[in-house]
Antibody, heavy 116, light 107 residues
Framework: EVQVLESGGGLVQPGGSLRLSCTVS????????MTWIRQAPGKGLEWVSV????????FYEDSVEGRFTISRDNSKNTLYLQMNSLRGDDTAIYYC?????????WGQGTLVTVSS | DIQMTQSPSSLSASVGESVTITCRAS??????LAWYQQKPGKAPKTLIY???SLKSGVPSKFSGSGSGTDFTLTIRSLQPEDSATYYC?????????FGQGTKVENK
């Protein structure tokens, strides 16, 4: 059974930074694109970013472009999301998921709260 | 960016009824569409991929159809455990986009 586990969430002040991690086990991690999706409290799902299996290609949702950076370390089966210049509307549960091409394995999510 | 519009935003149906949710894309996405089910406090789970293919382990009461810009998810014989929010998502192009969700409740 594939396991996906996010970590790194927490409370951060507006303008601050946070790095999320996502470890994936029991799968050939390097062969699959990985995605971050977020869900604000009581709201729907919002796609955030994707990175190719090799890490050579990335895409971002417009509102996070230039502020968030997705990366991966295939030797550690780990995906990252560096979030800078955080704003109140970035408050959400952040999920990572494997893209194949539907999002077939998800973590349980990690909560990011941006507030002073 | 491709906009995905779901309808209705919520619905209530009796046990045993069939329900249909629609999803419309703002441009042609072929059959690059998935449907997800999300229960409160849980991560979403894929029901349908490629518009009409049932994900392994998902009951056959769920079915999807459509291509191009118009898609449907049908839940046959609604049961209490089907109460959830359902989302469509296109994977024709980046950025990927989700519909706004349809909350399904038992009457």
């Amino acid at each position: 059974e594939v396991q996906v586990l996010e970590s790194g969430g927490g409370l951060v002040q507006p303008g601050g930074s946070l790095r999320l991690s996502c470890t994936v086990s029991r799968v050939d991690f390097r062969y699959f694109a990985m995605t971050w999706i977020r869900q604000a409290p009581g709201k729907g799902l919002e796609w955030v970013s994707v990175i190719s299996g090799s890490g050579d290609s990335t895409f971002y949702e417009d509102s996070v472009e230039g502020r968030f950076t997705i990366s991966r370390d295939n030797s550690k089966n780990t995906l990252y999301l560096q979030m800078n210049s955080l704003r109140g509307d970035d408050t959400a549960i952040y999920y990572c998921a494997r893209e194949s091409p539907d999002l077939d394995y998800w973590g349980q999510g990690t909560l990011v709260t941006v507030s002073s | 960016d491709i906009q995905m519009t779901q309808s209705p935003s919520s619905l209530s149906a009796s046990v045993g009824e069939s329900v249909t949710i629609t999803c419309r894309a703002s441009q042609d996405i072929g059959t690059y569409l998935a449907w997800y089910q999300q229960k409160p406090g849980k991560a979403p789970k894929t029901l349908i991929y490629d518009a009409s293919s049932l994900k392994s382990g998902v009951p056959s009461k769920f079915s999807g159809s459509g291509s191009g810009t118009d898609f449907t998810l049908t839940i046959r014989s609604l049961q209490p455990e089907d109460s959830a929010t359902y989302y469509c998502q296109q994977y024709n192009s980046y950025p990927r986009t989700f519909g706004q969700g349809t909350k399904v409740e038992n009457k």
